[in-house]
């Protein structure tokens, strides 16, 4: 019996891999768990919504489901940009 646990990440405007292919993938493997990330940098935001990848990677390896909702904000720092993902459960 396989008991893995995969995860998949889907990016809303991605075309590469639609996202809606991303979730019928999710629905058709046992026990895996969905995140998306909305970004209108389509196949590239798996590199620039590092917070995003980041935040579903964590909440999964620590046993917790996919925020219902999360913002993202980008705030100017010394030199750069930081971003801060708030979600609500």
Same mark, same amino acid.
């Given at each position: 019996?396989?008991?893995?646990?995969? =995860?998949?990440?889907?990016? @809303?405007?991605?075309?590469?891999?639609?996202?809606?292919?991303?979730?019928?993938?999710?629905?058709?493997?046992?026990?895996?768990?969905?995140?998306?990330?909305?970004?209108?940098?389509?196949?590239? !935001?798996?590199?620039?919504?590092? !917070?995003? =990848?980041?935040?579903?990677?964590? &909440?999964?390896? &620590?046993?917790?489901?996919? !925020? &219902?909702?999360?913002? @993202?904000?980008?705030?100017?720092?010394?030199? !750069?940009?930081? @971003? =801060?993902?708030?979600?609500? =459960?």
């Amino acid at each position: 019996m396989d008991e893995s646990k995969p =995860l998949v990440v889907g990016i @809303t405007s991605d075309v590469l891999y639609p996202f809606q292919l991303q979730k019928e993938l999710a629905e058709h493997m046992p026990n895996s768990q969905m995140y998306s990330i909305d970004s209108p940098h389509g196949h590239d !935001a798996f590199l620039i919504e590092i !917070a995003q =990848l980041n935040e579903a990677i964590v &909440r999964f390896r &620590r046993g917790v489901g996919p !925020a &219902r909702y999360c913002q @993202t904000w980008l705030a100017p720092s010394s030199n !750069a940009f930081w @971003t =801060l993902v708030s979600c609500v =459960l």
